[in-house]
């Protein structure tokens, strides 16, 4: 998720948090308005004997004005249901309306306070502690207004306790203020309390939320996806059937809820087979990837691919299956076109070339006479054709091989050093031709591995033939043989130009070849380190290469020593 996208987000649920911290103190007012007003009876009530009346009656009617001010004020908060982003302007209202609130309580202890009558002055101390104490619950969902409000209202009354000069009213003076203390810190747990609980119910509608969209998503991918998407009980009875497969297999939708598999797309030779793979995947045993003959509503018969997942519930039973389809029968009969199109390959066009080859060279070895420059010439261009012609059609046939699974091994107990030696003389040729001296920099004697020599020598010839194109005239391609990690380790080391940055994740790809003009134009298949990897890697081997651009390249081979 990008920043911009978190930003977003935190944005968007702070606007949330304010909304219903917002709708949470107005709706609280209704109740606390009813609260005001009662307060404002009893205190006119209690203080009726002793204050002023002219001055009693304009408190209570300033008092009323702004409690009947805040009262329409929610109201209208109600009717009008402003969006969040408008919330602040509303909020900032009702703060308003709360503090005008908190000073007429205030005012109280200054301009009605009975200063020479004890009892009405704990009277008025009880009934506004009682007032700031229910005003806690409807104003707690704010920090500063209710913290705000408690101030307002009661610090007056302790102020106006202490200067009383008298030992009753310092009493009561503390009294009001630890209270005070006392209020603020309940305030402020109650807002915590009130701020999680928000915070918890705005984290359950997201995931709520969240969840809608992905199951809506899940459902519009199901409807739209070309695979064909079924959702089967333990019985193999069908619970859910997309429009893909009613296009897959003929059935509706309607005609598929309900009918096992063998009803409807089970030929009756391959039911027992399926049966048995049904068994295993509700048991969750495999057989999650299988390929089986079907047939659709018409009795045409179609091969399809099958992807099964079982459903779990909370207990870990399985409930289901879900499974996911497609036909292959086009692609299989491709793949039997290509099987074909390579065996051809293989047998007509192989055996030929190399007739071909031996052929030009016994001419060229002098098998017919002494030849003129030009001719020789022309047939060595043809011979050396021939060569990669040759080579090209062993890598298609390999790499068809690999990924058909059909590639053999003839595994035996091999020494290794007289590998390396066949792989340096046969090597010998190609190098003379770029100026370019084979040897061995380190030997390791008498060590052994298990492996197919003839694919083990394919490895090697590759890795040589490219550090030869790559080398510069003169120099040297070095073979070593050590023990490393209890594996036995063969490098093949050039001096040539590197292997640059933005190749070297993909040099081990089919039809990969470095674009450096230090390959002296030497073309390839761009196979050879493909197939060179997966025969290793059979062998229980590794591939691996270091390189600087500019200094050369080494390989590493590393096989498991056998004793």
């Not at 978190?6 to 911290?21: N, V």
């Not at 059935?251 to 809820?257: I, R, T």
């Not at 009969?333 to 052929?359: Q, Y």
């Not at 190749?503 to 390959?519: A, G, L, N, Y």
Request: charged letters at 20%; proline letters at 4%.
């Amino acid at each position: 998720m990008s920043l911009p996208d978190r930003q977003s987000i935190d944005i968007k649920r702070d606007e949330a948090m304010r909304y219903e911290q917002a709708k949470l103190l107005f709706n609280a007012l209704p109740t606390s308005v009813w609260g005001t007003f009662l307060g404002i009876f009893f205190v006119v009530v209690i203080l009726w004997p002793v204050i002023e009346h002219t001055l009693l009656t304009t408190w209570a009617v300033i008092f009323i004005v702004i409690t009947t001010a805040r009262a329409v004020h929610s109201r209208i908060f109600a009717k009008a249901s402003p969006p969040p982003g408008e919330i602040i302007k509303w909020t900032r209202q009702f703060i308003v309306g709360s503090l005008a609130s908190g000073f007429a309580w205030g005012a109280v202890g200054i301009w009605l306070f009975p200063a020479e009558h004890v009892e009405y002055q704990l009277m008025l101390a009880f009934m506004l502690s009682a007032t700031c104490a229910i005003a806690i619950t409807s104003l707690s969902s704010l920090r500063f207004p209710v913290i705000t409000f408690l101030l307002i209202a009661l610090l007056p009354l302790a102020v106006r306790f202490f200067v009383n000069d008298t030992d009753t009213g310092t009493i009561m003076g503390l009294m009001v203020s630890i209270l005070i203390v006392l209020l603020v810190v309940s305030a402020l747990r109650i807002y915590r309390t009130t701020f999680d609980n928000v915070s918890l119910r705005l984290d359950a509608l997201a995931r709520e939320d969240e969840l809608r969209r992905s199951q809506q998503h899940l459902a519009l991918h199901i409807q739209s996806t070309p695979l064909a998407v079924i959702e089967w009980n333990t019985n193999l009875e069908v619970t859910n059937w997309n429009p893909a497969a009613e296009k897959m297999f003929g059935y509706s939708k309607e005609e598929a809820l309900g009918k096992r598999a063998t009803e409807l797309i089970v030929p009756p030779h391959t039911r027992e087979t399926v049966e048995k793979y049904w068994q295993a995947t509700l048991a969750n045993k495999g057989g999650l990837h299988d390929t089986f003959e079907n047939r659709t509503k018409d009795g045409q018969s179609i091969l399809c691919e099958w992807y099964k997942t079982p459903l779990i519930d909370e207990n870990g039973n399985v409930v289901g299956i879900a499974s996911l389809t497609q036909d292959i029968t086009e692609r299989k009969r491709i793949e039997e076109l290509k099987d074909g199109f390579v065996a051809v390959v293989s047998h007509e066009l192989r055996t030929p070339l190399t007739s071909i080859r031996g052929s030009l060279g016994l001419i060229l070895g002098g098998a017919v006479g002494d030849l003129p420059e030009s001719a020789y010439n022309m047939l060595n261009i043809a011979n050396n054709n021939t060569n990669r012609l040759l080579v090209l059609i062993n890598d298609i046939l390999d790499i068809e091989k690999i990924q058909s699974g059909k590639l053999e091994y003839n595994f035996q107990s091999v020494e290794v050093m007289p590998l390396i030696e066949e792989a340096i003389n046969d090597g010998s040729g190609y190098a003379l031709q770029y100026d370019v001296h084979l040897l061995v920099d380190q030997r390791l004697d008498n060590v052994r591995i298990k492996a197919d020599p003839c694919r083990i020598m394919q490895v090697l010839n590759n890795l040589v033939s490219n550090a030869i194109k790559f080398s510069p005239k003169g120099k040297n391609v070095a073979f070593s043989v050590v023990r490393h990690n209890h594996h036995v380790r063969i490098s093949v080391t050039d001096h040539g130009p590197g292997i640059p940055k933005d190749f070297q994740s993909k040099i081990f790809e089919r039809f990969t070849m470095s674009d450096s003009s230090d390959s002296r134009g030497v073309g390839g298949t761009g196979l050879g380190l493909s197939i060179a990897r997966t025969i290793v890697e059979d062998h229980d081997g590794a591939i691996s290469f270091e390189t600087q651009e500019g200094q050369g390249t080494t390989f590493y081979i590393d096989f498991p020593e056998i004793q």
